[in-house]
């Protein structure tokens, strides 16, 4: 079983394997909405609420009947995002499933969410290593050499604003709602790309990213230009960050002798930059794989996924305090080992 709470949607789910037995979300985007952004003391209540119908409904979906007490004998684990995230918000799936998986004697995993995005795409198929992986969401944007299972190397992460942060800031400027990334998205196939041509933040040298300066482009151009088609403005402002993170992202993968690229996180929904990556990757002979929009957003699956995988693996991590900043570190060749579960 996993458990994700680090944001604004409190969700859990049961996998087997790589098949999902069930994933419930509980999005408190509505809640969140009037306020522009995510409270996060409001969201750490509306977890607290939710936790455990979500939970209970997981465990419904995927074992019909089944109650909390039979939990020792349909899952092997509860694993829960340890981090990063916001601190309120993943104490309440931290303390849920503890105190679960302790009640029962099964272990309790903490997870680190980004490493739930980068091996989402596995609920679909399988992906061979080494691979890049792209993780864009509304907190990251970080880049990183996939070995193997608990084997990763973060090459770049962004500077300032995170990919989804630009997108639902210039949707904000644009006076479009919350979160503006699907709004964006869905507005740009209206407009021309090349209306304006915004910067494309490549920093040469490094495998970083900075969104902030674009964003702070898109704002002089609608105080000049008042009266821009806003659909014109989304499809270029979008254009401007695709194709910075398209670039960056094959040009890793050249680098670093890598045939395959996942990618993962909200804006991994993104139309654009799903059309965009895997075409150029056709054309540099480079695989580019994305997982369905229901797994790219945070979902318990890709939790309970990351948590299997230590558990196969024999690599239980210890206490698992929640981090906020928690980062993505290698686990394979690190901590207590137990081959139970083989
Ligand atoms: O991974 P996620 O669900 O939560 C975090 O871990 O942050 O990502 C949420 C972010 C938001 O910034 C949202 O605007 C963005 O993903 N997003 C999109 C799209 N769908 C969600 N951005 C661009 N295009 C989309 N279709
Ligand atoms: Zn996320």
Redesign the pocket.
Known sequence: MGVET??D?TAAAVVDGERILSNVVFSQTPMHRRYRGVVPELASRAHQQKIMPVICEALDRAFPGARLRDLPDLVDAVAFTQGP?LLGALLVGKTAAQTLAWLHGLPAIGVN?LEG?AFAVELQERIAFPFIGLI?????TDLVLVRGYGRFRVLGRTRDD????A??KV?KLLGLGF????L??RLARRGDPEATLFPRPVLPGTWDFSFSGLKTAVLYHLRKNPRSRPEDVCAAF?EAIVDTLARKTLDAARRFGVSCVVVG???A???R?RLVLTERGVQKGIRVRFPA?SL???NGAMIARVGLLRLRAGRLPGSCPVDPALPMRSWIGSGRSKNKFR
């Open positions: 680090s944001c949607e995230g969410h995005h864009v969401s509304g907190g990251h995170a990919a989804g942060e997108f639902d949707a979160p503006g990334g699907p964006v998205d979008q996180g909200g804006v929904a993104n139309s930059l929009a790219c957003t945070d």
